[in-house]
């Protein structure tokens, strides 16, 4: 995770990226992080955390 640019850490689960947020002073509820238009996703987002399935 980045904040402002500075990363932060490896968010595992969503409740790190809280925590992260948190930490930087951004207070932030679970659900509010899968909504926030200040929160951009890449390579998964709220309700993925995983590699891609194998098929």
Do not use: C, K, Q, Y
């Amino acid at each position: 995770m980045t904040v402002h640019g500075e990363p932060i850490g490896i968010a595992m689960h969503l409740l790190d990226v809280v925590e992260f947020l948190r930490r930087a002073g951004l207070e932030f509820d679970d659900n509010e992080v899968t909504v926030s238009p200040l929160i951009e996703w890449r390579g998964g987002g709220p309700s993925f955390w995983g590699p891609e399935p194998r098929r």
